[in-house]
């Protein structure tokens, strides 16, 4: 039987709770405004944060005496929400990037509950609570400092979607120069805020064209690398804006993680003939972002991506299958103008 000490030795059972709750929320709090100030969206926020909120938390309910582990849970899970309350409350986050970090940080407090747990709640802890909980302290600090003056290198990835369309390579090549105007996605994901791709313009032609890709969160900026016709078209990016529109239901968010944190780097069409009347047409992007663990954002960076690539591409191929019945080869017909 696990002993259960008198409350007169640790505290009260309702003290105890009440300052692992504030405790634990001004210091993690305190610690997340260090690192976003800071501009660096990383380990110590996405990673050793939410580790110390279910540790510290369960650490300090120790203070009131042995517990089982499903309140200990229970209270660092309803830490953690708040803290995210906290960061809508401020302005500091919104619902989209929120709902994004909740498969990253809730497996880590529940490992950080779990070890604490291990620690304090069982039949023979094996230090005070309080002094472990000061070093983690230190360590939470000093994983904020180690973030605040290293700078981890960002890799580059690449993204990349075909479609085969029922239109011979000329008349895909034209509707590809002539994409327009993209109409409004019927994906939920950009009707959330994503930034999503409404029309794209080409002014000039060949090598140092300009592409221009109006989205919902600005212009992304274009300039032409490579003009082969019916082939290839490839361009590297001038300008990113941002890559979503935050929501918050208690103020209107600029969080700074939508400035500079991701940057598209180029982007390419390939065509291939697979036939007369069919052509398979390949997107490819490539971007970096600076936020870490870089293995995680990429996860949903590259599911926006291929959901942009996926709305592009059909509105092409419902551009391309249209005109397809009948349609001159593009070198017979003018060129369309640019609106």
């Not at 039987?1 to 059972?13: A, D, Q, R, T």
């Not at 085969?164 to 994906?187: K, N, R, T």
């Not at 900026?221 to 016709?229: D, L, M």
């Not at 709305?311 to 299958?321: G, I, M, Q, S, T």
């Amino acid at each position: 039987m696990e002993p259960n000490l008198p409350s007169s030795h640790y505290g009260s059972k309702g003290a105890s709770w009440a300052l692992a709750i504030f405790a634990t929320l001004a210091i993690a709090f305190c610690a997340a405004m260090v690192s976003i100030h800071g501009r660096h969206y990383g380990w110590a926020l996405f990673v050793a944060i939410p580790y110390f909120a279910g540790f510290f938390s369960t650490a300090l309910l120790r203070l009131g005496g042995v517990q089982p582990f499903l309140p200990c849970l229970g209270l660092s899970i309803g830490v953690a929400f708040l803290l995210c309350l906290l960061f809508l409350i401020f302005g500091i986050e919104g619902m989209i990037c929120v709902f994004m970090t909740l498969p990253l940080a809730f497996p880590l407090v529940f490992l950080g509950t779990w070890m604490a747990f291990l620690l304090f709640h069982r039949p023979a802890p094996v230090a005070p609570p309080g002094l472990l909980s000061v070093f983690l302290v230190l360590g939470l600090a000093l994983a904020i400092w180690g973030e605040l003056h290293l700078q981890p290198i960002s890799p580059t990835y690449t993204v990349s979607d075909s479609v085969a369309i029922e239109a011979p390579l000329p008349v895909v090549w034209d509707s590809l120069l002539h994409l327009g105007s993209l109409g409004q996605p019927a994906d939920l994901l950009f009707h959330l805020g994503v930034a999503c791709p409404q029309r794209v313009d080409l002014y000039g032609t060949g090598v140092g064209a300009v592409r221009v890709c109006t989205l919902t969160t600005g212009q992304l900026h274009e300039r032409i690398t490579v003009w082969r016709p019916l082939h290839e078209l490839a361009w590297v990016s001038i300008s990113t804006p941002p890559p979503l529109q935050e929501l918050n239901p208690f103020h209107k968010t600029d969080p700074p993680h939508l400035h500079g944190f991701y940057r598209s780097v180029s982007g390419r069409f390939e065509l291939q003939s697979l036939g007369p009347q069919r052509t398979l047409v390949t997107r490819h992007s490539s971007y970096q972002h600076h936020l870490f663990p870089a293995a995680y954002w990429r996860i949903w960076c590259d599911y926006v991506a291929r959901r942009g690539h996926l709305h592009v591409l059909n509105v092409l191929k419902h551009a391309a299958e249209e005109r397809a019945p009948g349609t001159a080869p593009a070198a017979q017909r003018p060129r369309m103008a640019l609106r």
